[in-house]
């Protein structure tokens, strides 16, 4: 992907970046059409996809709160509005995943172990290197998109899937919610120190390797994180009410 010019002090970051996303999503390609040719049960792989989905969005708007109110974004005004309204953009979005379950008549799985490992790794860094947990969003924002595209849409195309259980991933097509570009477009925009460039990257990379590794899990290439997987259901009886209740009008902002 090409990115637009910055206030950066070196094209050199805006190049990292720019490959990091075009790597993801040509290795998210490759797992996609892999799996698309294989005899994996389609359906069962679609169940573990929304299940890491609603578990590693659960709670999402926590973080890009504790982006926006970390004082390095003091100076970022506008950067910390973006990641405010952000985060209240994505916080029912779990619920989303929850509901095209329900439409499958499906139940979400435990929390697999790599989305533990997620949560335990950036809510232990989100505080003091808030860019760790940006370069990991502009991965995961965008990953579905470019070359990957077509087998996204292919993946689309299973004979069980239809409007009222793909609410997920149609909302996160960039066509219709371009979360990644504005999210490429805040951050580019901003002038960055060398030292939050750097965590950029680091967690572009680092998000790529988690994301990959639920992907994996997903698609039934990973049987070892079955092993370390928690097997008891994590849901309470708020999280069920709560799913029982949603509907995608929920998703509307207040004005």
């Not at 005899?39 to 709670?59: A, C, N, V, W």
């Not at 995961?140 to 070359?147: K, R, V």
């Not at 030292?195 to 988690?210: M, N, P, S, Y």
């Amino acid at each position: 992907m090409k990115l637009a010019k910055t206030q950066w002090s070196s094209d050199s970051y805006l190049n990292q970046i720019e490959a990091l996303i075009t790597n993801a999503q040509e290795l998210f390609k490759d797992k996609l059409e892999g799996y698309l040719v294989s005899d994996t049960p389609k359906i069962e792989s679609y169940q573990r996809y929304l299940t890491f989905q609603y578990h590693m969005t659960k709670g999402v708007q926590r973080y890009f709160f504790r982006v926006a109110a970390s004082p390095k974004l003091a100076r970022k005004r506008k950067l910390r509005k973006f990641f405010t309204s952000f985060a209240n953009e994505e916080e029912l979005h779990y619920l989303v995943a929850a509901s095209d379950l329900r439409a499958l008549d499906l139940e979400i799985l435990p929390e697999p172990f790599d989305v533990s490992l997620w949560h335990a790794y950036f809510n232990s860094v989100v505080d003091e290197r808030p860019f760790i947990r940006i370069g990991a969003a502009l991965i995961l924002e965008n990953i579905a998109d470019g070359c990957a595209k077509p087998a996204v849409k292919q993946a689309l195309s299973a004979d069980f899937m239809n409007r009222d259980n793909t609410k997920f991933l149609v909302l996160h097509q960039h066509e219709t919610l371009p979360h990644g570009d504005q999210l490429v477009e805040a951050v580019t925009s901003a002038s960055l120190s060398d030292e939050d460039l750097e965590d950029l990257i680091l967690g572009a990379r680092q998000g790529t390797v988690f994301y990959l590794r639920m992907v994996d899990w997903a698609l039934g290439n990973d049987t070892l994180t079955l092993v370390a997987s928690d097997r008891r259901s994590s849901l309470g009886e708020k999280e069920s009410t709560d799913i029982l209740e949603f509907s995608m009008a929920d998703l509307e902002l207040e004005t």
